[in-house]
């Protein structure tokens, strides 16, 4: 789009907004410039996602002075899409059984010291990798076989920018730092059919969003999505990774921090300029 882009704001409905947030919705809504600023809800992970929060979010951002088109993608209306793109990915892909006190133990064996982790925590060490698709447990995850992924696409690195950290250069990662730093990665989480990685890829395209803003803790989750565009040939947006919000004592906010919570500061009589000037923004 000449001058503009399409971007979107996509927060979980498992609180309330915060200060990060009406951040981050204002750093896509002004990204989009003549563009459009779509809105996103991610509302995947049924046990924690609540109606009154998603409710919230529309009045905050609405009482932010935000707009954005009807009808609002929601995550939990587009389970067939991501079926298919898991259908899709099975050739490069294994059911996995193993929890979280396994993955530590197997990592604990060779390893001294800190264990290796990623975006996602700790690096899976590949026990059920030989494992069939066609033996997927009602209770198991969905895993990439990353090394498998790399070599079906013939790569040995994936790539992307971002408009402000080293703008013009590529951010880089190897094969060999993928497995080493990320691994395989979960496409489809224990009884929710998809997962963050394989969702936001989706729909992402879906939306036709050309320039993706988010906070900087989202950065290493780039690489994935990366690679999972190439994989279900879908075009590869810009990105914009911003500054995180943070309190005092200079922690990242999170949705406990009630006290930063938008509707906190409305109820204090805060008006949305004053929350702008808070942001610098
Ligand atoms: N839903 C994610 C969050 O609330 C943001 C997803 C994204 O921007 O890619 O942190």
Redesign the pocket.
């Known amino acids: 789009m000449a001058g503009g882009a399409i971007t979107r704001f996509?927060?979980?409905p498992t609180g309330l907004l915060h200060l990060g947030h009406a951040y981050a919705a204002l750093v896509a809504q002004a990204a989009a410039g003549p563009g459009q600023f779509l809105l996103r809800i991610?509302d995947i992970d049924r046990d924690r996602c609540r109606a009154d929060y998603e409710a919230a979010i529309y009045d905050d951002l609405a009482w932010l002075g935000l707009t954005w088109p009807q009808p609002v993608m929601r995550q939990s209306d587009r389970m067939t899409a991501y079926h298919e793109a898991l259908a899709r990915l099975a050739p490069l892909t294994y059911p996995c059984r193993c929890r979280r006190g396994d993955i530590r133990a197997a990592l604990s064996a060779p390893q001294e010291g800190a264990l290796p982790a990623g975006p996602d925590g700790l690096v899976y060490p590949g026990t059920c990798r030989g494992r069939s698709m066609a033996d997927a447990g009602p209770d198991d995850v969905i895993r990439l076989d990353v090394a498998r992924a790399f070599d079906a696409l013939g790569i040995d690195r994936v790539a992307f920018r971002d408009q402000a950290i080293m703008p013009g250069q590529d951010h880089l990662l190897t094969r060999d730092q993928f497995q080493e730093g990320i691994g395989d990665v979960i496409l489809s989480r224990r009884g929710m059919g998809t997962s963050?990685h394989l969702a936001?890829v989706v729909d992402d395209a879906a939306q036709g969003i050309t320039l993706?803003t988010?906070?900087k803790d989202?950065f290493d989750s780039t690489y994935i999505h990366v690679l999972l565009q190439k994989l279900l040939t879908l075009p590869t947006p810009r990105y914009h990774h911003h500054r995180l919000i943070r309190d005092d004592a200079g922690r990242r906010l999170a949705k406990r921090d009630d006290a930063r919570a938008i509707r906190s500061y409305r109820d204090d009589g805060a008006t949305p300029q004053d929350i702008r000037r808070m942001l610098a923004f």
């Open positions: 996509a927060p979980s991610e963050y936001v993706v988010r906070g989202l």
